[in-house]
């Protein structure tokens, strides 16, 4: 009877573990409004492509092609089961995040003395946990990216057995058609650099039926895009990819980072890991053939994007499981001082964090992150006390618990502080003001209000535009008129209603194009309406 109970309680730890990633992972998806940039532009296009046409992403009426489809069409498939809403565009994301939890719990069950870390290690990096609840193509890639590279090493484990390989092909197709030719380059660059350093080659055939494999799932929808689209090789590819990289782009829809940036993001982005991947790469243990593996994959994106001329924080996500994996194979072998060590650098650093945040340039957000930091302290002060014998299994329940604290703050600021980063609430008073023949301007810029165009489900303009998300479907569907020169504007004030939707420090402005009323103002931005038959003056 005890060795029963025993029993189940050995599987009842990790079922508790399972339970709360999922309630982490799922639960908080409906509660945010969406995000304007990223997530007010994506789960906008996926809701026109939706509308109209499939195969061809759209933003605001007109194509949209800096990414590939495949993240549309599992947010459409996603509106199609649940409905259109913020729900189901995160889902996909979600649902991502998991699957590559378990893509790198199963790489680990074979490998690692304790498969379980890991998994753990990943789902509680703040970087992972964030990007798993946004409506972005990111955690997509990142799932694919993963089955690529673990694929690819357990067939240089086993290469009698070349369906790992092309498995591997097969998740790098996928993943172009996910975030485009990155899918592809960063992969072929980590096999490359691996093979050379241990001395491997790949035996010919299956080499060529795994590329075959590749271009039969990758090539269809480009050929297709490039024969229906005009200027889809030229915009796709040469400005979205090489212009990017090299900082040519133009319009330049993006600042140059500075060179520490990437690392910064890297190491923040693994919290509250960061004091055991110092420790991980400092050990004395010689690494191994699967170390030198994940240290190259997680080489290779920090290399690739700080040589790049434009990167975002989230770009450095795909190389989280390899870190994860890399400190998974090191913990096991952390005890006494060591351990006590980690957790006390652990302490200072959320000391640390808790002091910055008063230096954070936006006020609301500061108590949410002081006590975010104090919540992760005093979840690793109890995993610190706890006896050595069970600090293996407190430890990660202290980790989710932590990110229970910041994912529930985090809820807090954003339900709090909506106005701050969603037009949810501006396009919630705009709304019944409308009529059929209403035009709804954005002053500037497009995205910084993105998601208005998802929640009002109608065409926005934009006048006197400094941006160039709208740029390629203007150019070329110039019948669209979605940007239009104040001086039109004018005209248009005159004879119809016209709403004008942007920041507050720029409503004294618009007067010259007519006369306008406030009907909502929310954080930094307000929604006016015209008056009609009111002439503006002069000058």
């Known amino acids: 009877m005890r060795r029963m109970s025993s029993l189940l309680k050995r599987r009842r730890w990790p079922a508790i573990l399972v339970f709360a990633v999922l309630v982490l992972t799922l639960v908080p998806l409906a509660l945010r409004p969406l995000f304007n940039l990223n997530e007010g532009l994506y789960a906008e296009a996926a809701r026109e492509m939706l509308a109209h046409n499939p195969l061809i992403p759209r933003l605001d009426g007109m194509p949209y092609l800096e990414k590939p489809p495949i993240f549309y069409w599992l947010v ?66 990142t799932l694919f990216h993963t089955v690529t590279l673990l694929a690819f090493y357990a067939y240089i484990e086993r290469p009698e057995r070349s369906s790992r390989l092309m498995l591997a092909a097969g998740a790098a197709a996928l993943a172009c058609l996910t975030k485009g030719l990155i899918g592809i380059v960063l992969p072929g660059f980590i096999v490359i650099v691996f093979l050379a350093l241990e001395r491997r080659t790949i035996p010919w055939r299956p080499f060529l039926v795994a590329w075959l494999l590749f271009l039969v799932i990758a090539l269809p929808w480009h050929i297709w895009m490039a024969l229906h689209v005009p200027g889809f090789f030229d915009r796709y590819i040469i400005q979205e990819h090489f212009d990017r990289f090299l900082g040519t782009l133009k319009p330049m829809d993006y600042r140059r980072p500075p060179v520490y940036y990437n690392l910064e993001h890297l190491v923040f982005g693994v919290f509250p890991w960061t004091p055991f991947l110092f420790a991980a790469l400092i050990r004395r243990r010689p690494f191994d053939r699967l170390d030198r593996f994940l240290l190259i994959w997680a080489g290779a994106y920090l290399l690739f994007f700080t040589l790049s001329k434009t990167s975002s924080a989230y770009y450095m996500l795909p190389a989280f499981p390899a870190l994860a994996l890399f400190v998974g194979r090191a913990l096991p072998d952390l005890e006494g001082r060591s351990l006590t060590r980690l957790l006390g650098a652990f302490a200072f650093l959320c000391l640390v964090a808790a002091i910055g945040a008063l230096r954070v340039p936006h006020p609301p957000m500061r108590p949410y992150l002081i006590g975010a930091a104090l919540a992760y302290l005093g979840f690793f002060i109890v995993a610190l006390k706890a006896p050595r014998p069970r600090w293996g299994r407190i430890l990660p329940f202290a980790a989710l618990a932590s990110q229970a604290g910041f994912a ?13 980063y969603a037009s949810k609430n501006l396009a919630r008073v705009v709304l019944p003001h409308l009529t059929p023949r209403s035009y709804v301007f954005v002053a500037h810029h497009y995205e910084d209000l993105s998601s208005l165009d998802f929640y009002l489900h109608r065409p926005i303009y934009v006048f006197d535009p400094r941006q160039g998300d709208l740029y390629y479907g203007i150019r070329h569907n110039p019948q669209a008129h979605r940007l239009i020169t104040g001086r039109a504007l004018t005209d248009l004030v005159k004879h119809h209603r016209v709403f004008i939707v942007g920041p507050a420090s720029d409503e004294r402005s618009w007067a010259r194009y007519g006369h306008f009323h406030v009907i909502a103002s929310k954080g930094p931005d307000v929604a006016v309406e015209n008056d009609l038959g009111h002439v503006p003056p002069k000058g």
Not at 76 to 91: C, D, E, P, T, V
Request: glycine share 6%.
């Open 408 to 420: 529930s703050l985090f809820l807090a600021f954003s339900i709090a502080h909506p106005n701050h």
């Open 76 to 141: 459409m498939l996603s509106y199609k089961i649940f409905g259109i809403g913020k729900f189901a565009a995160r889902l996909p994301s979600a649902l991502a995040a998991l699957g590559t939890l378990l893509v790198v719990a199963r790489f680990a069950k074979d490998r690692l003395p304790e498969p379980a870390w890991p998994a753990v290690i990943l789902c509680s990096s703040i970087g992972f946990y964030m990007m798993s609840q946004l409506a972005m193509f990111d955690m997509t890639f």
